[in-house]
């Protein structure tokens, strides 16, 4: 299930659906990102392009299913105005073994960060700042490059 | 034309403007847009043509949707 988000999600119930959808799976690792309340952030707010967007999450859960050989993933990802405490993005894998599973979720936030259409804003008040990926954040996506 | 990120910002979501004849790759496009609009000039600002990322020009005659893409922060 690949999913852009106009409102609240909820991680445990996603978590329950995808454990149920998975029959046969051995392992299911998932990963909840959730707002922090850096420096008086009022809230984040999510800019997406809505087909480019969902096309590049459909093709990183294209390309994690093969490298990793899973039985499924889910990735749901929030967009428009988040609130700190509020969950962000919901990614799950399903895999026979549990390397495969937590090593998905990981190469999938990667992506995320780094190759996905997604904007961050950071809002404090009227104040505005357009977040970009960090040095560490491409590094991180790199890592997968290498065999 | 659409403006993604800060680009939102700088430029504004959408603009639609009488290009001139002689612009007719997206390259050109974004020559003639980054006289006004420098940040439009960076070279980490992607492309898109019809929800297509592009890596290199390309015609933009009968183009429906162009986009500026500025380097993203998802996750």
């Given at each position: 299930?690949?999913?852009?988000?106009?409102?609240?999600?909820?991680?445990?119930?996603?978590?329950?659906?995808?454990?149920?959808?998975?029959?046969?799976?051995?392992?299911?690792?998932?990963?909840?990102?959730?707002?922090?309340?850096?420096?008086?952030?009022?809230?984040?707010?999510?800019?997406?392009?809505?087909?480019?967007?969902?096309?590049?999450?459909?093709?990183?859960?294209?390309?994690?299913?093969?490298?990793?050989?899973?039985?499924?993933?889910?990735?749901?990802?929030?967009?428009?105005?988040v609130a700190p405490g509020e969950p962000i993005v919901f990614v799950a894998a399903a895999a026979t073994h549990r390397r495969a599973a937590f090593d998905a979720v990981h190469f999938v936030m990667d992506r995320l960060k780094t190759a996905v259409p997604l904007w961050k804003c950071e809002r404090r008040g009227q104040d505005r700042k357009w977040v970009e990926a960090r040095p560490q954040?491409?590094?991180?996506?790199?890592?997968?490059?290498?065999? | 034309?659409?403006?993604?990120?800060?680009?939102?910002?700088?430029?504004?979501?959408?603009?639609?403007?009488?290009?001139?004849?002689?612009?007719?790759?997206?390259?050109?496009?974004?020559?003639?847009?980054?006289?006004?609009?420098?940040?439009?000039?960076?070279?980490?600002?992607?492309?898109?043509?019809?929800?297509?990322?592009?890596?290199?020009?390309?015609?933009?005659?009968?183009?429906?949707?162009?986009?500026?893409?500025?380097?993203?922060?998802?996750?």
């Amino acid at each position: 299930m690949i999913v852009l988000a106009p409102d609240p999600i909820d991680p445990p119930a996603l978590l329950a659906a995808f454990t149920r959808a998975a029959g046969g799976a051995g392992a299911i690792v998932s990963f909840s990102g959730i707002v922090r309340a850096d420096d008086g952030v009022t809230d984040l707010w999510l800019d997406h392009h809505e087909r480019l967007t969902l096309a590049a999450m459909e093709e990183v859960s294209a390309v994690a299913a093969r490298r990793f050989g899973l039985v499924d993933l889910s990735i749901v990802h929030r967009v428009g105005s988040v609130a700190p405490g509020e969950p962000i993005v919901f990614v799950a894998a399903a895999a026979t073994h549990r390397r495969a599973a937590f090593d998905a979720v990981h190469f999938v936030m990667d992506r995320l960060k780094t190759a996905v259409p997604l904007w961050k804003c950071e809002r404090r008040g009227q104040d505005r700042k357009w977040v970009e990926a960090r040095p560490q954040d491409h590094a991180d996506a790199a890592r997968w490059e290498s065999p | 034309m659409r403006f993604f990120g800060r680009l939102r910002d700088a430029v504004g979501g959408e603009l639609e403007v009488e290009v001139p004849g002689d612009v007719i790759d997206t390259e050109q496009l974004r020559a003639w847009l980054g006289v006004q609009h420098p940040t439009l000039l960076d070279a980490s600002v992607k492309m898109a043509l019809d929800d297509r990322i592009l890596v290199a020009p390309q015609p933009i005659e009968g183009a429906r949707e162009i986009a500026f893409l500025p380097p993203v922060s998802g996750g």
